[in-house]
């Protein structure tokens, strides 16, 4: 399981979020479908946020979820900064391999909306 299905799972998985927004991305914020900010935007929208999600979460927790939620803050950064956009080897993978596996679960095919697929 480890060495087969996972990371069959993580690949497919990374394919099917990679062909859902090749599909719906937009690059009108105005227009329905996915946006993907840019770096930039992103930083603009942290800054703006200035850690009131946190500030959030510390009212909701004791004294010991208060110090995780900075741990977990700084660690999430640390990670951030060593692994940038494209750095990743799941991001270079050949989706093209998983193409008969969506086509089973297409619209049209015997698959589709099925709960039980045996």
Do not use: H
């Not at 069959?8 to 105005?30: E, G, H, M, P, W």
């Amino acid at each position: 399981i480890v060495n087969d299905f996972i990371p069959y799972q993580k690949a497919i998985n990374f394919c099917n979020d990679k062909r859902l927004v090749d599909k719906y991305k937009v690059t009108d914020k105005s227009k329905p479908g996915i946006y993907v900010m840019n770096p930039t935007e992103a930083g603009v929208l942290q800054k703006a946020e200035g850690g009131a999600t946190n500030n959030w979460i510390k009212t909701k927790v004791d004294a010991t979820g208060d110090k995780m939620v900075d741990q977990f803050t700084a660690e999430a950064a640390a990670l951030v900064k060593a692994n940038p956009l494209g750095s990743d080897p799941l991001e270079k993978t050949d989706c093209s391999a998983f193409a008969a596996d969506f086509a089973k679960f297409a619209k049209g095919t015997a698959l589709y909306k099925k709960k039980s697929r045996k």
